[in-house]
């Protein structure tokens, strides 16, 4: 079966591979689950993986197949699945297990080994293709009134981890009831952690650099958060404005926006990088004003990446949540979508070029 694949490490090799369809019992003890793809989700990784800044071919192979953000339907089940049947809807977790204890638990976002196995990124083929089979650890159903968001359930999940590590850590505060949020970036991340601090009470101000009125900035007020624009003002202006954040989730990309974010964070507050950034740049800061601010405010730094089984299904709790809270705003980040595996080019062209496309896609099959 066809395949989007690329030769890593060679910049531009976005192409087709041919690969062998995948049986059920490629699992042990039952408990294989055969999911026909639908749909796949692609984001900035995918396109530094394809100008080689990033991710491995798995051992053996010289190509890596693509895709990370799946949705699909189950076709079949080992006999000892319990989770999930034929006809469901699901999605499926990116990190595979290493050897640490954090990934004997189920808590492999957690690894504390160097090496991490990630399905369409590194060291483990990805899911754009026709169908794949996992162990029903790895798969997490999605429901039917669901469908329409699809492809956002794996975005969704690293969104969840961040802010779910931010409230967790924060325990540190035996009281910790933060009033005002700042989203560094109105992108699918930013978008969707914008949502999940809405459903929790906050304040929050999303910042990018377009001038309102563009897509982002009706999706951020259609979720009832408020869009700066940087080119309108400055991230330190707003902060003398409205207060500095109890809570600043980076999704920018830019490193530059993450470590300036740390100049408008508030007393006991907690600070979120999220973006993976494969280029080589150098900032420069204030050294001394950060430092001593940050002692004498006992703030936090924290980066949170990927996502297990908990935070697919908390952000899938949250999507409906927002769904029914905000009828038809989240669907509006799913802008692209391209029909096919064989209009990989297009994939890519989308996400190299097209400034607005908030989310490409593939359509891979009909249902
Ligand atoms: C994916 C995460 C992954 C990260 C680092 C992101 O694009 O959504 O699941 O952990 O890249 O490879
Ligand atoms: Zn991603």
Redesign the pocket.
């Known amino acids: 079966m066809k395949a989007i694949a690329v030769h890593p490490g060679k910049p531009n090799s976005v192409h087709l591979e041919e690969i062998a369809e995948p049986t059920l019992d490629s699992i042990d003890d039952g408990m294989g689950v055969f999911v026909r793809v639908l749909k796949v989700g692609v984001?900035?990784?995918?396109r530094e993986i394809n100008e080689a800044k990033?991710?491995n071919a798995p051992d053996g192979d010289e190509f890596l197949v693509l895709g990370?953000?799946c949705f699909g339907v189950v076709e079949a089940v080992g006999n000892n699945v319990r989770r999930v049947k034929p006809g469901d809807y699901v999605t499926a977790t990116?990190?595979r297990p290493g050897g640490s204890i954090y990934d004997r638990i189920g808590t492999y976002?957690m690894t504390s080994e160097e090496v991490?196995y990630?399905r369409g990124?590194?060291l483990r083929h990805g899911f754009l293709t026709k169908s794949f089979v996992d162990h029903e650890d790895y798969i997490v159903r999605v429901p039917g009134g669901l469908k329409h968001l699809h492809v956002l359930m794996?975005?969704m999940?690293?969104a969840a981890k961040a802010i779910q590590q931010a409230f967790e850590v924060q325990r540190r505060m035996k009281v910790w009831s933060p009033k005002r949020a700042f989203v560094m970036g109105a992108g699918q991340?930013g978008l969707l952690a914008t949502l999940v601090l809405k459903l929790r009470g906050l304040e929050v101000y999303t910042m990018a650099r377009s001038v309102a009125p563009t897509l982002n900035s009706e999706i951020v007020a259609g979720l009832e958060a408020k869009y700066v624009s940087l080119t309108e003002t400055t991230i330190p202006k707003l902060a003398k404005k409205v207060g500095k954040a109890d809570l600043i989730i980076d999704a920018t990309g830019s490193s530059r926006v993450a470590f300036e974010s740390m100049t408008v964070l508030g007393h006991n507050g907690v600070l979120v990088w999220t973006s993976?950034t494969g280029g080589k740049h150098q900032v420069e800061l204030p050294g001394d004003e950060i430092n001593i601010d940050w002692v004498l405010g006992n703030k936090l730094l924290l980066g949170s990446?990927?996502?297990n089984r908990e935070h697919f299904e908390s952000g899938i709790r949250d999507l409906a949540l927002g769904d029914v809270m905000y009828p038809g705003v989240i669907g509006k980040i799913l802008t692209d979508g391209v029909d096919g595996l064989d209009n990989y080019s297009e994939m890519m062209r989308l996400l190299v070029e097209e400034k607005t496309a908030l989310k490409v896609y593939v359509n891979v099959a009909e249902e």
Request: aromatic share 8%; charged share 30%.
């Open positions: 984001d900035a990784t995918d990033y991710g990370h953000e990116v990190r976002d991490y990630e990124i590194n794996e975005p999940s690293c991340i993976i990446v990927n996502a």
